[in-house]
Nanobody, 123 residues
Framework: QVHLVESGGGLVQAGGSLRLSCAASGSFFSVNDMGWYRQAPGKQRDFVASITSDGSTHYADSAKGRFTVSRDNAKNTVYLQMNSLKPEDTAVYYC?????????????????WGQGTQVTVSS
């Protein structure tokens, strides 16, 4: 019942910038942690950045100083501002979010993934 929609990927030259967006929709009590992962061809999916519901952030070493993760709780949207892009940043970027669903009968935590958006950085 939860859907994540990503946008903002594309082709950019080394040193350029891109901003990725991911909006959550569906039935849930709250959106907790939201984050970004990436997967290059032939590689595993790796963590990039995350942000909690109150704005605490965490970054992979490869992203520190260049990427900024933020969120708009009113819109249930997470962003990834990517500056000083390098060819090694080329990958499919995936949005991830943790949700809490509460009712009179249950209290559950689960996660969802976006479809991925391609980021290609040329040298």
């Amino acid at each position: 019942q939860v859907h994540l929609v990503e946008s903002g990927g594309g082709l950019v030259q080394a040193g350029g910038s891109l901003r990725l967006s991911c909006a959550a929709s569906g039935s849930f009590f709250s959106v907790n942690d939201m984050g970004w992962y990436r997967q290059a061809p032939g590689k595993q999916r790796d963590f990039v950045a995350s942000i909690t519901s109150d704005g605490s952030t965490h970054y992979a070493d490869s992203a520190k100083g260049r990427f900024t993760v933020s969120r708009d709780n009113a819109k249930n949207t997470v962003y990834l501002q990517m500056n000083s892009l390098k060819p090694e940043d080329t990958a499919v970027y995936y949005c991830n979010a943790d949700f809490r669903v509460v009712s009179q009968y249950s209290d559950e935590e689960f996660e969802s993934w976006g479809q991925g958006t391609q980021v290609t950085v040329s040298s």
